[in-house]
């Protein structure tokens, strides 16, 4: 059974960082291209990285760029993602996602991921 399990979130000030981890078991981790997506209350989800089951490259959406950072560790099965300058607007629920490095496709496209956590809070306070 594949399982995705995000930890990591609170509740920080503007200004603050926090680190996300999403821990896989059940499944191959080496052979999987990992991203983060949030929701925030009332808004759609959206992508916010990615980064290639080798580590060869990674993606940002624009307005996350230069503050947070995803990184994995395959001896571990766990991707991270390190968020600095955080803002208001960061407030979401951050879900940690999978899929095969074979699959394709565009990082940012939800609907090619074959597997979800179940995501963790976070609140960005003034």
């Known amino acids: 059974q594949v399982e995705l399990v995000e930890s990591g979130g609170g509740l920080v000030q503007a200004g603050g960082s926090l680190r996300l981890s999403c821990r896989v078991s059940?499944?191959?981790?080496?052979?999987?291209?990992m991203a983060w997506f949030r929701q925030a209350t009332g808004k759609e989800q959206e992508f916010v990285a990615a980064?290639?089951?080798?580590?060869?490259?990674?993606y940002y959406v624009d307005f996350v760029k230069g503050r947070f950072t995803i990184s994995r560790d395959n001896t571990e099965n766990t991707v991270f993602l390190q968020m600095t300058g955080l803002k208001r607007e960061d407030t979401a629920i951050y879900y940690c996602?999978?899929?095969?490095?074979?699959?394709?496709?565009?990082?940012?496209?939800?609907?090619?991921?074959?597997?979800w956590g179940r995501g963790t809070q976070v609140t960005i306070s003034s």
């Open positions: 996602a999978a899929k095969n490095h074979a699959t394709g496709g565009e990082p940012s496209r939800t609907v090619l991921y074959h597997y």
């Open positions: 059940g499944v191959a981790f080496s052979s999987l291209h």
């Open positions: 980064i290639e089951w080798n580590d060869s490259e990674t």
